[in-house]
């Protein structure tokens, strides 16, 4: 079947950088996009960007751009999210998910079918 | 402060008919897709509408979804106790060029 499996629990001092991985199984890798979603303890879900394996194109939010890097190994079917310069506000459980947008007959498409189980990410001093 | 509103809360017995509610702009909802995600207690998030009102795979009829204007709704018909989770509506906005998400739904079956 299809599912992600993404690395374990990590912590971190302020100012450190953390990588999160996420292993697809189950379908074709470089034919589905990757998202990655955080969520704060207690609080909503924040998209951060995407990646396509197929042609490396990425797209992050604006509020992450400059600290987020995101790639794809087509050879082990992983997906790569790094997020530098950490503060205690980035403590969160972070999520990869399938999907990326496309557009189909003028209309735009973009949701996440599959979901990892959450690396949780802690910052603390 | 999401630029798409949903009500933090919504309650209802088993058997019961629930909506949940997402309003945004012209610039979001009223221009783009509509999509619902699932969130039960310390899991990942789960698709369970696309397109405004395709459910996902494997998801019962029992969701449904629905778009006009600049709001689209969640209905749960049926209501179950293990239906009690977060639920979540998310579409694209053309202003911030980026896919946004409702501040989340907390469903409770009483």
């Known amino acids: 079947q299809v599912y992600l499996v993404q690395s374990g629990a990590e912590v971190k001092e302020p100012g450190a950088s953390v990588r999160v991985s996420c292993k697809a199984s189950?379908?074709?890798?470089?034919?589905?996009?990757t998202t990655w979603v955080r969520q704060v303890p207690g609080q909503g879900l924040e998209w951060m960007g995407w990646i396509h394996p197929n042609n490396g194109n990425t797209d992050s939010a604006q509020s992450l751009q400059g600290r987020i890097s995101m790639t794809a190994d087509t050879s082990t079917g992983t997906a790569y999210m790094d997020l530098s310069s950490l503060g205690f506000e980035d403590t969160a459980v972070y999520y990869c998910?399938?999907?990326?947008?496309?557009?189909?007959?003028?209309?735009?498409?973009?949701?996440?079918?599959?979901w990892g189980e959450g690396t949780a990410v802690t910052v603390s001093s | 402060q999401s630029v798409v509103t949903q009500p933090p809360s919504a309650s209802g017995t088993p058997g019961q008919r629930v909506t949940i509610s997402c309003s945004g702009s012209n610039s979001n909802i009223g221009s783009q897709n509509v999509n619902w995600y699932q969130q039960l207690p310390g899991m990942a998030p789960k698709l369970l509408i696309h397109?405004?009102?395709q459910r996902a795979s494997g998801v019962p009829d029992r969701f449904s979804g629905s778009k006009s204007g600049t709001s689209a709704s969640l209905a749960i018909s049926g209501l179950q106790s293990e239906d009690e989770a977060d639920y979540y509506c998310?579409?694209?906005?053309?202003?911030?060029?980026?896919?946004?998400f409702g501040g989340g739904t907390k469903l409770t079956v009483l």
């Open positions: 397109t405004n009102d």
């Open positions: 998310a579409t694209w906005d053309g202003s911030l060029g980026d896919p946004v």
């Open positions: 998910a399938r999907g990326s947008p496309w557009v189909e007959s003028g209309n735009q498409h973009y949701y996440m079918d599959v």
């Open positions: 189950g379908y074709s890798f470089s034919n589905y996009g």
